[in-house]
Structures are given as structure tokens and as C-alpha cells.
């Protein structure tokens, strides 16, 4: 193509998503960046925790051309997920659990996996036969918001997050790679500056550094990905996030003067938006499938879900939510009774102590017996 034809086509490929309903776009050539091989230091130092899945494809990672060999370009789309509700850091009750914003609503790879197979074939469309291209939303092999960075759409920010100065950081990041040329945006400067507002409110400290997240400490990861027991140390940190975490996000000063979206795919289900704790602990594994169906949620399944919301009510400190832990206890899987004899001790401490004791005669998974003798060991009569 011409660069007159060059221009046309980007220009043509960047209204119709804006048409889509994408927020942002932006063009990258396909290059191998600095972020690639920080990536592979990123691993080797185990900050993927146990997301094994983030070590496949290595070579895909590093170089798209691996992914469509004759790859020239990358079209990144970004969609702001910004509601007009509070944030997590400007609610107070304790007795209620707080859901990650992003899956307040149904799960955005299909809705935004149809939109980029729209924007694909309006690129075959305009452009001359033999046109090649593989659409990923947050599931391929591609180092997204390094191409996002590189398109333009927005900046690496300390909190590891890509941030737009629009739209901050509530973004939903797709991608189409292509082999045709398209006309390339420049990256934005990084606007974080001296500020380390996300790195000092990390309740973990799992902000290590500046741009580098260990998701072993991470409560997005600990109450998403990781499928075992919560370190114990870590629980009292988690406080009510019961399936991932806002706060290095809420904090950041572009948040605040954020731009919301009105887009009713992104507004909270009845009753997840800040959701009775009590009301939580009951799902059976029905509810949970009914209630969670086609949300981001099921991904930590049901007895992930439960652990964390035994966590969550362990840290609220209001008794009245004994109850509620103490038929906990006699949950099917050992995995939430471990919790639950947790949550138990940390309401009640020593009161705890006859309960826990009439469980453990009774109790005979290994797993959750190691828990409720370490906490009996740990109680003062």
C-alpha cells in the first residue's frame, strides 16, 4: 500500500472501532521490546506464583511473529470498565465483601472477543486480499500491555496496571495482529512521575518496586488464582476482598478524575456490589453456579469463593457472624472448613476454643486437622 493508502486504512480501522464501542485505539509495529525480556526475569524470580499457564509459549511471548509469522502490526482497543460506583477504599462495612470492579458484570472476553471479530473483518474488508490477523482478549500468548504502551493507548504505571490519562487505569485491553502496515502511534510518556501512592497502600506489599508485581503477595492472586490455602500470615491483609482487589487502583490520582462509562454491561448484578458477607457463606454449590453464571467469578470456583469469604468474615471482627462460620465448619470440602476454623478463632479467640476441640475429634481430613491444631496450640486459656 501507499502511505496515502496507509493513512486511509488506519484511519478507516480506528473509526470503526471507536464505532464498536472501544474507548481507545492505537497501532504498534511488532517488535521485540525492552518489557519482553523483563518479562522472562519477571518469571525466573517466581513473582507468576503458581500460574503455570503464564510459563507456556515463551518464544510467542517474546516475538509475535511466533503467533502469525508474518505479523507487521498490532491494533490495541482498549474499554473503559469504570461505573459510577465507589470505590473499595470509600467503603467501611466490614460485614460486607468487596468483588474486583472488573466482574461486577458478566465476563468481558466474549463481549469484547465479538467486538474485536467485527473490527477483524472490517479490516479484511478495506483492505487487499491476503489479509492475516488473530484477535486475543487476555488470553493468548501476547504481552498485551507492552503492545498496548507501544500503540499509544495509555502507560506502564507503577502498579503494573496500563493507565490512560482519560480513563485511568479501568481498562479492557484487546488485540489484533496483523500483516499489514498500518501508520504507528507513538508511546505517551510515563505520567506516574515521584508518585507511589499504589506501592505504599498495597496492604502486602506485594508492589515489590516500581513496576514489578509478586503475585505470591498479591490478594488478587490469593484470592483468584491460588487453589490451596491462603498463607496465614497474609489473611489478616486480605481484610473483605473476597475475589481480587482494587485498592492500587483506587488510590492512583488518575482514577479519581477518571472518566466513568454508562455502557450496562459493566454495571454490578443485583447483589454483587458490595454483597452481605452472611448471605455469602451459604451459597450452595448451586447458588454459586446459578449466581455466578457466565461471571469472571466462577474462575475461582465455589470452594475458592467460600475460603475467601471465611477470610473475610474472620477479619470483620463482628460476632455476629459466628453463626454463620460455625455451620461453615461442617462444609463438604476441607479446604473451606480450614478456613472457616480460621475465621472462627479470629471472632472469637479463646471462646473459640470448645468449638474448634469437639471439631477436631470429629474431623478427619489431615489438611484441615494441621490448621485447627496449630490455632488450638496458638490459643491462651
Given at each position: 500500500m501507499s502511505s496515502m493508502d496507509i493513512d486511509a486504512v488506519t484511519k478507516s480501522v480506528k473509526d470503526k472501532a471507536i464505532e464498536l464501542g472501544f474507548d481507545i485505539v492505537g497501532v504498534s509495529p511488532v517488535n521485540t521490546f525492552p518489557e519482553n525480556q523483563f518479562y522472562k526475569e519477571w518469571l525466573a524470580r517466581g513473582f507468576a506464583g503458581e500460574m503455570s499457564y503464564m510459563e507456556r509459549n515463551p518464544e510467542k511471548r517474546e516475538n509475535i511473529k511466533n503467533i502469525l509469522p508474518d505479523a507487521i502490526s498490532v491494533i490495541s482497543c482498549g474499554l473503559n470498565y469504570n461505573t459510577d460506583y465507589p470505590y473499595s477504599?470509600?467503603?467501611?462495612?466490614?460485614?460486607?465483601?468487596?468483588?474486583?470492579?472488573?466482574?461486577?458484570?458478566?465476563?468481558?472476553?466474549?463481549?469484547?472477543?465479538?467486538?474485536l471479530l467485527l473490527l477483524e473483518k472490517h479490516v479484511s474488508k478495506i483492505t487487499p486480499q491476503g489479509v492475516r490477523s488473530k484477535a486475543y482478549v487476555d488470553t493468548g500468548p501476547v504481552l498485551e500491555r507492552v503492545y498496548a504502551k507501544y500503540s499509544g493507548i495509555g502507560w506502564y504505571g507503577k502498579n503494573t496496571c496500563l493507565i490512560n490519562q482519560d480513563i485511568g487505569s479501568w481498562i479492557f485491553i484487546g488485540e489484533i495482529i496483523t500483516n499489514i502496515e498500518l501508520e504507528y502511534d507513538n508511546p505517551v510518556p510515563d505520567r506516574c512521575?515521584?508518585?507511589?501512592?499504589?506501592?505504599?497502600?498495597?496492604?502486602?506489599d506485594a508492589l515489590r518496586e516500581p513496576y514489578v508485581l509478586d503475585s505470591n503477595l498479591c490478594i488478587s492472586y490469593l484470592t483468584i488464582e491460588l487453589k490451596g490455602k491462603i498463607p496465614i500470615r497474609l489473611r489478616d491483609k486480605i481484610d473483605n476482598n473476597i475475589y481480587g482487589c482494587d485498592i492500587c487502583q483506587d488510590v492512583c490520582p488518575w482514577n479519581r478524575k477518571a472518566e466513568v462509562t454508562e455502557n450496562p454491561y459493566f454495571t454490578p448484578r443485583a447483589g454483587l456490589y458490595n454483597p452481605e458477607l452472611s448471605y455469602l457463606s451459604q451459597l450452595t454449590l448451586n447458588d454459586f453456579r446459578n449466581l455466578f453464571k457466565n461471571s469472571p467469578v466462577k474462575r475461582a470456583k465455589r470452594k475458592g469463593f467460600i475460603r475467601n469469604v471465611m477470610v473475610a468474615i474472620g477479619n470483620s471482627g463482628n460476632r455476629d457472624l459466628v453463626p454463620y462460620v460455625v455451620q461453615?465448619?461442617?462444609?463438604?470440602?476441607?479446604?473451606?472448613?480450614a478456613h472457616a476454623a480460621w475465621a472462627l478463632w479470629k471472632l472469637q479467640g479463646k471462646d473459640a476454643y470448645n468449638i474448634l476441640t469437639e471439631h477436631l475429634n470429629l474431623e478427619d481430613d489431615e489438611l484441615v486437622r494441621e490448621d485447627i491444631e496449630s490455632i488450638l496450640a496458638d490459643i491462651e486459656l
Amino acid at each position: 500500500m501507499s502511505s496515502m493508502d496507509i493513512d486511509a486504512v488506519t484511519k478507516s480501522v480506528k473509526d470503526k472501532a471507536i464505532e464498536l464501542g472501544f474507548d481507545i485505539v492505537g497501532v504498534s509495529p511488532v517488535n521485540t521490546f525492552p518489557e519482553n525480556q523483563f518479562y522472562k526475569e519477571w518469571l525466573a524470580r517466581g513473582f507468576a506464583g503458581e500460574m503455570s499457564y503464564m510459563e507456556r509459549n515463551p518464544e510467542k511471548r517474546e516475538n509475535i511473529k511466533n503467533i502469525l509469522p508474518d505479523a507487521i502490526s498490532v491494533i490495541s482497543c482498549g474499554l473503559n470498565y469504570n461505573t459510577d460506583y465507589p470505590y473499595s477504599i470509600d467503603e467501611s462495612d466490614k460485614t460486607r465483601g468487596w468483588i474486583s470492579r472488573y466482574a461486577w458484570g458478566d465476563d468481558y472476553h466474549d463481549y469484547i472477543k465479538n467486538k474485536l471479530l467485527l473490527l477483524e473483518k472490517h479490516v479484511s474488508k478495506i483492505t487487499p486480499q491476503g489479509v492475516r490477523s488473530k484477535a486475543y482478549v487476555d488470553t493468548g500468548p501476547v504481552l498485551e500491555r507492552v503492545y498496548a504502551k507501544y500503540s499509544g493507548i495509555g502507560w506502564y504505571g507503577k502498579n503494573t496496571c496500563l493507565i490512560n490519562q482519560d480513563i485511568g487505569s479501568w481498562i479492557f485491553i484487546g488485540e489484533i495482529i496483523t500483516n499489514i502496515e498500518l501508520e504507528y502511534d507513538n508511546p505517551v510518556p510515563d505520567r506516574c512521575g515521584t508518585c507511589t501512592m499504589c506501592i505504599d497502600a498495597c496492604p502486602t506489599d506485594a508492589l515489590r518496586e516500581p513496576y514489578v508485581l509478586d503475585s505470591n503477595l498479591c490478594i488478587s492472586y490469593l484470592t483468584i488464582e491460588l487453589k490451596g490455602k491462603i498463607p496465614i500470615r497474609l489473611r489478616d491483609k486480605i481484610d473483605n476482598n473476597i475475589y481480587g482487589c482494587d485498592i492500587c487502583q483506587d488510590v492512583c490520582p488518575w482514577n479519581r478524575k477518571a472518566e466513568v462509562t454508562e455502557n450496562p454491561y459493566f454495571t454490578p448484578r443485583a447483589g454483587l456490589y458490595n454483597p452481605e458477607l452472611s448471605y455469602l457463606s451459604q451459597l450452595t454449590l448451586n447458588d454459586f453456579r446459578n449466581l455466578f453464571k457466565n461471571s469472571p467469578v466462577k474462575r475461582a470456583k465455589r470452594k475458592g469463593f467460600i475460603r475467601n469469604v471465611m477470610v473475610a468474615i474472620g477479619n470483620s471482627g463482628n460476632r455476629d457472624l459466628v453463626p454463620y462460620v460455625v455451620q461453615t465448619l461442617e462444609d463438604e470440602d476441607p479446604l473451606v472448613r480450614a478456613h472457616a476454623a480460621w475465621a472462627l478463632w479470629k471472632l472469637q479467640g479463646k471462646d473459640a476454643y470448645n468449638i474448634l476441640t469437639e471439631h477436631l475429634n470429629l474431623e478427619d481430613d489431615e489438611l484441615v486437622r494441621e490448621d485447627i491444631e496449630s490455632i488450638l496450640a496458638d490459643i491462651e486459656l
